[in-house]
């Protein structure tokens, strides 16, 4: 079955980066696009951005782009997030999820397959 792991959360300073990975298992990564959502204490889940099967396409959200990058290693079975210039309203609960086929999204219900999720703290 379907299997997520996020990791590589934890505590940063303002204007610092983080490098979250996604490790994707009990599937073909290849036939799915992946999305990375978060969710603040009190917040709706959020998309922040998706990237297509094969790599080709990516989408982010309008509060993060320009300061997140999504790319895949489907080799490794692997998804990344790479975060700079994080500011406290990024402080949230972030989450991998996965859909079948090439189409992106970024609003939850799209999305049938979810990791634990990776706390991502902002603060001095």
């Known amino acids: 079955q379907v299997q997520l792991v996020e990791s590589g959360g934890g505590l940063v300073q303002p204007g610092g980066s983080l490098r979250l990975s996604c490790a994707a298992s009990g599937f073909r990564l290849d036939l799915y696009s992946i999305g990375w959502f978060r969710q603040a204490p009190g917040k709706q889940r959020e998309g922040v951005s998706c990237i297509s099967s094969s790599g080709a396409t990516t989408y982010y959200s309008d509060s993060v782009k320009g300061r997140f990058t999504i790319s895949r290693d489907n080799a490794k079975k692997m998804v990344y997030l790479q975060m700079a210039s994080l500011n406290p309203d990024d402080t949230a609960v972030y989450y991998c999820?996965?859909?079948?086929?090439?189409?992106?999204?970024?609003?939850?219900?799209?999305?049938?397959?979810w990791g634990q999720g990776t706390q991502v703290t902002v603060s001095s």
């Open positions: 999820a996965a859909r079948g086929g090439s189409v992106c999204a970024l609003f939850p219900a799209a999305f049938p397959s």
